[in-house]
């Protein structure tokens, strides 16, 4: 049974560019969150997506978005990069029914912008 | 504004004993709470949760207790191995309805258990 995996694992933009990072959650998940690791902090949470919308978002500006798919995997754009948008972007799945749900996180796609 | 904490950015144990990792939260709307252990160049993996109408829950030599009153939690490591050097992190959550919410993570405490 395939965990949650991301796609890549490393990526290097040039500041003013837009990125597109992708998650395929954990088989039989149907809600994906996406967190922003910078260095020496904990994850900071960007937006949850459950049935193609977004249901939660964290305190990130307009340039971060996502989509969700009826597949339930997950992307994140984020336009017009900044040298301070380079961190580990994690992407976790979890599932929308019952109390004791886990989320499950990916490896991470290690952004860095220059 | 953090509302998890994790004070202590290191501990060190000597194989065998017990780690006790320490977290405190200041939302008393949070209901669910969650340890991660994370390796370097990895994603953060699950380790043990807790629901607030608990006070310990236990899963081999991983034990959570959950003080609501002092908004505080631990995780207890016994016995610690040289494997369980890692970054800890605690996350709380709210429920919304039965779904899992955005999770609130702490800074993460460096667990260093030496031989």
């Known amino acids: 049974d395939a965990g949650v995996t991301q796609s890549p694992t490393h990526l290097i933009k040039t500041r003013g560019q837009q990125v597109t990072l992708r998650c395929s959650p954990k088989?039989?998940?149907?809600?994906v969150s996406w967190y922003q690791q910078a260095l020496g902090q904990g994850p900071q949470f960007i937006f949850q997506y459950y049935e193609e919308e977004e249901r939660q978002r964290g305190n990130f500006p307009d340039r971060f978005s996502g989509h969700q798919f009826p597949n339930y995997s997950s992307e994140l754009n984020v336009n017009a990069l900044l040298l301070g948008d380079s961190a580990l972007y994690l992407c976790?799945?979890?599932?929308?029914?019952?109390?004791?749900?886990?989320?499950?996180f990916g490896q991470g796609t290690r952004l860095t912008v220059v | 504004d953090q509302q998890v904490k994790q004070n202590s950015p290191s501990l060190s144990v000597q194989e065998g004993r017990i780690s006790i990792l320490n977290c405190d939260y200041t939302n008393s709307m949070f209901d669910y709470f969650l340890w991660y252990k994370k390796y370097p160049a990895e994603g953060p993996t699950f380790l043990i949760s807790i629901s607030s109408i608990k006070d310990k829950n236990e899963d081999g030599r991983f034990t959570v207790f959950l003080n609501k009153s002092a908004k505080h939690l631990s995780l207890h490591i016994v016995p610690s191995q040289p494997g369980d050097s890692a970054v800890y992190f605690c996350?709380?959550?709210?429920?919304?309805?039965?779904?899992?919410?955005?999770?609130?993570f702490g800074r993460g405490t460096q667990l260093t258990v030496w031989p």
């Open positions: 996350a709380a959550s709210e429920y919304r309805g039965s779904t899992l919410g955005r999770l609130y």
């Open positions: 088989s039989g998940h149907d809600t």
């Open positions: 976790a799945s979890s599932l929308a029914v019952g109390q004791g749900t886990e989320a499950f």
